[in-house]
């Protein structure tokens, strides 16, 4: 079985390290020969270059999409939370819209590489992207309010919560252009996801 990465190295590097099982190839596009049998693709550049795999209309396309849901991409993408420091969890999350055809596919994929995976509703963020950003955007709030430094928040959410980052670690890995820009997708149907006056200000 052949599956194709589009991916930066520090992507694929995390993505091979949660276990590829023998007689499964992971291919770059690059090095995918002609009329070569591929049962998925795997896209996690999809935000910063745009879908790569257009042509693909015959297999699951997984598609690091965060903001975009599935009635704005192909029929046969996938959505995948493929943030950094998300890639690395145990559980990926999955969404597809209503009657995929792919799903299945998409989910004998995922079993056949041995991944625990979770379908989840087709919203922006899916799930956890949502929660991190909301709470990185709280952050925010007690940094304007100046409750007190980024550092001292980021040490009391970590001892007091138990996360592997504080928000503002969070942010920097995830990249807060994304997080505002989710932010902003969600505040379109809620306030409560307005982005803090001070993660804006940092942005510009």
């Not at 709470?135 to 304007?144: D, K, Q, T």
Request: hydrophobic share 50%.
């Amino acid at each position: 079985m052949q599956i194709v990465l589009k991916a930066t190295e520090a992507q694929k590097q995390v993505f091979l390290a949660r276990g590829i099982p023998a007689g499964i190839d992971v291919l770059t596009p690059d090095e995918l020969p002609a009329h070569s049998s591929v049962a998925a693709y795997f896209d996690l550049l999809f935000e910063e270059e745009g879908l790569a795999f257009a042509n693909i209309t015959d297999a699951p396309v997984f598609v690091n999409a965060m903001i975009a849901t599935a009635n704005q991409l192909p029929a046969n993408c996938i959505r995948m939370n493929a943030w950094n420091s998300f890639l690395e969890r145990d559980l990926l999350e999955m969404a597809v819209g209503k009657n995929n055809r792919f799903a299945l596919q998409a989910e004998q994929l995922i079993q056949a590489l041995g991944w625990k995976y979770q379908w989840v509703p087709d919203v922006p963020g899916l799930i956890a992207a949502r929660v991190i950003a909301m709470i990185i955007n709280e952050a925010y709030f007690g940094l304007g309010d100046e409750i007190s430094s980024k550092k001292e928040i980021d040490i009391a959410m970590k001892l007091g919560t138990n996360y592997p980052f504080g928000p503002f670690e969070w942010s920097e890995k995830i990249g807060l252009g994304r997080i505002q820009a989710l932010l902003s997708k969600l505040s379109e149907t809620s306030n409560r996801y307005l982005a803090a006056p001070a993660l804006t200000k940092e942005i510009t």
